[in-house]
Nanobody, 125 residues
Framework: QVQLVESGGGLVQAGGSLRLSCAASGGIFDKYAAAWFRQAPGKEREFVAAIVWSGGETFYADSVKGRFTISRDSAKMTTSLQMNDLKPEDTAVYYC??????????????????WGQGTQVTVSS
């Protein structure tokens, strides 16, 4: 059974940093992309960042560009999200996702078929 487990969330003051990690287990044989999404209370799940698994091309939401960095470690089957200069509006539950089949679309949650359970990130002002 495939599992994605996130870690690294928590409470941080504005301007601070957090690093989220996501470990995959259970045998995801094909990985085309990894991504992070977030969902704040009362809002829809939104795209944060994505990375193409093979080539390493990255994509970011405008709201996090320059502050967040996504990476992946193919050998360890992990993906990480380094978040710097955090702002109160970054407060949300963050989810990692893996695209196990090719679509060429990396920014929409419907194109990801493996999901973690989410980790809370709270940024205080």
């Amino acid at each position: 059974q495939v599992q994605l487990v996130e870690s690294g969330g928590g409470l941080v003051q504005a301007g601070g940093s957090l690093r989220l990690s996501c470990a995959a287990s259970g045998g995801i044989f094909d990985k085309y992309a990894a991504a992070w999404f977030r969902q704040a209370p009362g809002k829809e799940r939104e795209f944060v960042a994505a990375i193409v698994w093979s080539g390493g091309e990255t994509f970011y939401a405008d709201s996090v560009k320059g502050r967040f960095t996504i990476s992946r470690d193919s050998a360890k089957m992990t993906t990480s999200l380094q978040m710097n200069d955090l702002k109160p509006e970054d407060t949300a539950v963050y989810y990692c996702a893996i695209q196990g089949y090719y679509t060429g679309i990396y920014l929409h949650p419907l194109h990801y078929n493996y999901w973690g359970q989410g980790t809370q990130v709270t940024v205080s002002s």
